[in-house]
């Protein structure tokens, strides 16, 4: 039994990144790689065809339930989940996960479970902390993780997160992976290397990325926070020190991404109350006008009016001030 299951995932600055690793593989191997990329959910995603174009071995988009073959990259399409099972693939769409479809813990945790230690987890390039969770599954399940050198990542805060939170096996820059994943899709898996059975948590949580509705109650328990994409309530799952959130439909969050939810759920009320004071300033100034030319008292009408200009632009304020606080991303 050899490492011949590879996992890797990317998001912002990835499409460059992966040109690099794939360009660089081996024609003779064995192992299968499968890659997860944040891609825009609307439209056909053409990195498949890119992949191709640039690296010897043959890289498509597959099809749902399709046989998985040695010496192929199969690539997860827009708006789908990859996720493995034994000698097949499956293409779901089920809930995002931390805010995306596709997103790379489905396929990690996925591989942690049907393949154990045959798997081979890479996070390279991107935003926030997808694919950390996964990453540690894999790790549990006997395989390897190697995270791209954040010194030299276009975005560095996926492979840091994965970093902080499973004991990374390589820590390289792109550029050498292809060499090591030469070597440990070679090497026999000893049976010192053999996982502990799948936690139940992992067995659940791989049936639910699937499709399978799973009773929340079995993995977590339940938060008093609200799920920003569905609004349910968000159950706590806990790996040692890694937190992680899911609703009952299936949208999954790390802390990180659930902390952008939140803020931007939280700016969205913000523009919505402040729309709704300035409807409010409008309609005070038209109500006055009228009723001046009737003989009417428009004095109240006239203080709404300016009350209302004055929360909208405090309200205005904060809006402005939380957006100057936003970091920006660096190259």
Not at 48 to 54: D, E, K, M, Y
Not at 220 to 238: N, Y
Not at 253 to 279: C, I, K, V
Request: charged share 25%; glycine share 8%.
């Amino acid at each position: 039994m050899k490492r011949d299951i590879v996992v890797i995932g990317a998001s912002a600055g990835g499409v460059s990144t992966l040109i690099e690793l794939v360009g660089g593989l081996e024609l003779d191997t064995e192992a299968s790689f499968f890659i997860t990329c944040h891609t825009h959910p609307s439209g056909r995603s053409m990195l498949a065809a890119v992949l191709h174009r640039v690296g010897r071995l043959p890289c498509i988009s597959p099809e749902d339930g399709e046989a998985i073959r040695p010496g192929m990259i199969y690539v997860a399409p827009a708006g789908r989940h990859l996720v493995l099972e034994p000698e097949r693939l499956r293409l779901v769409i089920g809930p995002k996960q931390n805010r995306t479809r596709p997103a790379i813990d489905p396929l990690f945790r996925s591989a942690a479970h049907s393949y154990g230690p045959r798997v081979i987890g890479i996070v390279l390039t991107g935003l926030l902390d997808d694919g950390t969770a996964g990453l540690l599954a894999i790790k549990r399940s006997g395989g390897r993780a190697i995270i791209q050198d954040p010194r030299e990542a276009a975005f560095p805060d996926m492979p840091r997160n994965a970093e902080a939170a499973v004991a990374i096996d390589y820590r390289l820059p792109v550029s050498e992976m292809p060499a090591v994943l030469s070597r440990l899709t070679r090497e026999e898996v000893t049976v010192g290397a053999a996982p502990e059975p799948a936690s139940r948590t992992l067995d659940r949580e791989v049936k639910a990325d699937g499709g399978a509705q799973i009773q929340m109650e079995s993995i977590g328990r339940p938060t008093p926070f609200s799920c920003p994409d569905c609004g349910g309530v968000l159950w706590e799952i806990a790996d040692d020190d890694l937190l992680r959130f899911r609703c009952r439909v299936g949208h999954a969050y790390s802390t990180e991404m659930l902390a952008s939810g939140q803020d931007e759920g939280a700016e969205a009320a913000l523009w919505a109350a402040l729309r709704a004071l300035e409807e409010k300033a409008s309609f005070s100034r038209r109500m006055a006008k009228r009723l001046s030319s009737h003989n009417v008292s428009v004095s109240d009408f006239e203080r709404r009016a300016k009350e209302s200009d004055e929360h909208a632009a405090a309200l205005a304020r904060i809006i402005r001030s939380r957006k100057s606080e936003d970091p920006e991303p660096t190259s």
